[in-house]
């Protein structure tokens, strides 16, 4: 038997234990998951005969050394900042590595030592990071093998809920960690190509600049930039585009209202609410208003964000009941950021019977013998329940298959690596059709940003 070590047991790994269950007998393999908390792993896992699951501290050097040592491959699945030890102990003791994780400096400083060793370090083969890094090479040497060259590439990707799941006014529920969500784009400005000149989008105006998606069966999305587009221009070869913007995707109005709580301050983390434990939701509210001994707080909500009683916005408001002076914060001294994330969660926590959707959308545009042509690219995953997740379906398959693939020799380019060659994309993005993970391909006119050739 062949023993795989999968750290971390959280919400992605439902479909990657599964995988790998699913293929434990034909690929011999003997699956090792080690968690703080194993109560998960081993609802996930039940009495298959090939599993074993262990209490595992990465912080404690003497079991996570063990816990590796006696592994063909680990898989790392905790957060971001926790790989590095395990990565240290896989170069130590010459075993293979994946992750979901974005490369961090302190993993790239090990590549060379990962090559030294002939060691495979796979990161960023989840969603976002991953898929879209896989699906977008596919179309992008596609286009390079048949003499094209890449004049446009976006790409947007959302976790958002399943239409069947969708009541709230906001078309939104949280899919995956909430405060991600509350202080999305902070930090510094969006940066993106568009016609070869650098443009910025700040915080303050991130979500009222935003374009339309429209994906085929399932309507009409927004997009927001990310907020750095540049980062993956090298990695891919894209270092002569005109347009690069990568970007998250909404249902259409969720960026107009979001803008709401930015303008007013209320997605700040960096401070701290006096007294926030004893205030109600109406306090919090007028806490970022002006004081007026007549105006009611939604009267001086309206007016400080010029919304109209008969806007859709307002309605959305309403029906968050921001406006409470019976629902307590109950945080000590919380910042504004994780009051408005109380908030939300009781309106935007999934009900049990909820599904989530991942939504993906590349656009390229490129030029071939003279002639400007576009690609679109879509990809729709549904849940299937709150175990068995989209976003846990669309992290958990790549790093399953990826870490088989490993194991299995199919994959031998050394290094610290992301999922950009043809080597690693093909034989993933084949196998993930077959778990409905499809993108589909349409032909459109190339309209760029600039139609008038100015």
Request: charged share 25%; aromatic share 10%; glycine share 6%.
């Amino acid at each position: 038997m062949r023993n795989i070590l999968i750290i971390g047991a959280g919400k992605s790994c439902s479909y990657l234990i599964k995988y790998l269950l699913d293929h434990s007998k034909t690929e011999k393999l003997h699956i090792t998951i080690g968690d703080l908390n194993v109560d998960n792993a081993k609802k996930l896992v039940g009495d298959h005969p090939n599993t074993e699951v262990i209490h595992l501290d990465v912080f404690n050097s003497e079991s996570r050394i063990a816990a590796v040592k006696n592994a063909d491959i680990v898989v790392s699945m905790l957060p971001a900042r926790f790989h590095i030890e395990v990565a240290k102990d896989c170069i130590t003791y010459k075993k293979n590595m994946v992750t979901a994780s974005y490369v961090s400096k302190e993993m790239q400083a090990l590549d060379e030592d990962a090559k030294a060793n002939n060691l495979i370090f796979m990161n960023e083969i989840g969603v976002d990071p991953g898929i879209d890094h896989m699906s977008a090479m596919h179309v992008i040497d596609r286009i390079r093998d048949k003499g094209g060259k890449i004049i446009l590439f976006e790409s947007f990707t959302g976790g958002l809920v399943a239409p069947e799941s969708d009541n709230n006014l906001w078309n939104y529920k949280f899919t995956w960690n909430p405060r991600n969500v509350v202080v999305a784009g902070q930090g510094g400005a969006a940066k993106f190509l568009q016609e070869n000149k650098f443009k910025y989008i700040p915080y303050n105006r991130l979500f009222r600049r935003t374009e339309f998606l429209d994906v085929e069966g399932y309507g009409r999305f927004e997009g927001y930039a990310n907020r750095d587009s540049l980062k993956y221009q090298e990695v891919y070869g894209l270092e002569h585009i005109k347009t690069l913007y990568r970007g998250t995707i909404r249902r259409v109005g969720f960026s107009r209202a979001w803008n709401v709580f930015v303008q007013l301050g209320m997605t700040d983390d960096s401070y701290t609410i006096e007294d926030s434990a004893n205030m109600s939701y109406r306090d919090f509210v007028n806490s970022f208003l002006p004081y007026s001994p007549t105006d009611s707080v939604e009267l001086k909500f309206r007016h400080a964000l010029k919304i109209d009683q008969d806007d859709i916005v307002w309605d959305k408001f309403m029906e968050l009941d921001i406006f409470s002076s019976e629902k307590m914060v109950e945080l000590n001294q919380a910042t504004p950021a994780q009051i408005l994330q109380k908030i939300l969660m009781d309106s935007w926590t999934l009900d049990p019977d909820d599904k989530d959707m991942i939504v993906m959308y590349h656009k390229f545009g490129y030029e071939l013998e003279g002639k400007k042509h576009q690609i679109d690219a879509t990809m729709v995953t549904l849940g299937k329940d709150q175990t068995y997740t989209a976003m846990s379906k669309t992290v958990g398959l790549p790093v399953a298959i990826a870490t088989l693939a490993i194991l299995n020799g199919k994959i031998k380019t050394p290094g610290v690596q992301i999922p950009i060659t043809k080597e690693v994309y093909t034989p993933i993005l084949k196998e993930l059709e077959a778990y409905d993970v499809v993108f589909k391909e349409y032909e459109v006119p190339y309209l760029g940003y600039n139609t008038l050739n100015i």
